[in-house]
């Protein structure tokens, strides 16, 4: 099936701080890739969707100055989550979908490992 | 909301035991999907069912969907320890899953 890695896999840093989280599709081209996060024991939330080339599309009630997403490639969709907060502790998952991929068609999602990040 | 929603919450079998899992949701959709993860970790797709099609077999899977009860079931047959995790269903529409909170799946040995 399709490969989805993210990096890095887990991240501790300082409030106030920014920091990146890569999202990368390794063996089909992503035309769309989206980003959650997920708190303990619960459902995944979506927070934006961005495909490549374009603006991303943020979910009601994210702020898009705080969760900056890039999507530079086909294979590859950045998130900064800035001047982090205790409150921004979560885990990341990005998902991505492309055409063909690993027999889905372009309707599945495939998802990353995730991402755990604490900010202190 | 086309958000899934899935019963029971949670669910313990003994292995070699079949795990039935149902999601419903409330708008139309194009297609539904299944998920697993274990904990810590991303998830994992299962299988996607489209809202024409009514049944569907992927190994040890089963999945069946019933657009006019908005319901959709996912069967494990002779589960086996490793299937232990979370399962989530994501109706899908307009290019985006929605997700509920998931059925926690424990097999004992």
């Known amino acids: 099936g399709a490969v989805v890695s993210q990096h890095p896999s887990w991240v501790i840093c300082k409030s106030g701080t920014s920091v990146k989280i890569e999202c990368r599709s390794l063996d089909f081209q992503a035309t769309t890739m989206f980003w959650y996060r997920q708190f303990p024991k619960q459902s995944l939330m979506l927070m934006a969707t961005?495909?490549?080339?374009?603006?991303?599309?943020?979910e009601q009630g994210v702020e898009k100055d705080k969760f900056l997403i890039n999507h530079a490639s086909l294979t590859l969709s950045t998130l900064t989550v800035t001047s982090a907060h205790p409150e921004d502790s979560s885990f990341y998952i990005c998902?991505?979908?492309?055409?063909?991929?690993?027999?889905?068609?372009?309707?599945?999602?495939?998802f990353g490992p995730g991402t755990r990040l604490t900010v202190l | 909301s086309q958000q899934g929603e899935e019963d029971p919450q949670a669910l313990s079998i003994q292995e070699g035991e079949n795990a039935t899992m149902n999601c419903s949701y409330k708008t139309s959709i194009n297609n539904l999907q299944w998920y697993r993860q274990n904990s810590g970790r991303g998830l994992v797709h299962l299988i996607l069912?489209?809202?024409?099609?009514r049944e569907k077999h992927s190994g040890r899977l089963r999945v069946t969907l019933d657009t006019s009860k908005k319901s959709s079931s996912l069967l494990i047959t002779a589960s086996r320890a490793a299937d232990t995790a979370s399962y989530f269903c994501?109706?899908?529409?307009?290019?985006?899953?929605?997700f509920g909170k998931g059925i926690t799946l424990s097999v004992r040995p």
């Open positions: 994501a109706p899908g529409a307009n290019s985006k899953l929605t």
């Open positions: 998902s991505a979908r492309g055409g063909l991929a690993g027999g889905g068609g372009t309707d599945t999602q495939y």
């Open positions: 961005s495909n490549e080339g374009s603006k991303a599309t943020y």
């Open positions: 069912i489209r809202s024409n099609e």
